[in-house]
């Protein structure tokens, strides 16, 4: 899905996002996005973890 937005729509959403909230809450929402990105890759992770432990003891 990222892979057809390319560099001139990355472009775009960036300035988009600078309009809409501002250059004192970019750091904000960067930093609180990339929280919530680590936590859902620790629950894949997790997940796939539990799955692989359930399959051995089939």
Known sequence: MLS???IPGLILVLVLALII???SKLPEIGKAFGTTLK?????????VSDENQNEDKK
């Open 4 to 6: 057809n937005i390319g």
């Open 21 to 23: 909230f501002g250059p």
């Open 39 to 47: 936590e859902f890759k620790k629950s894949t992770r997790e997940l």
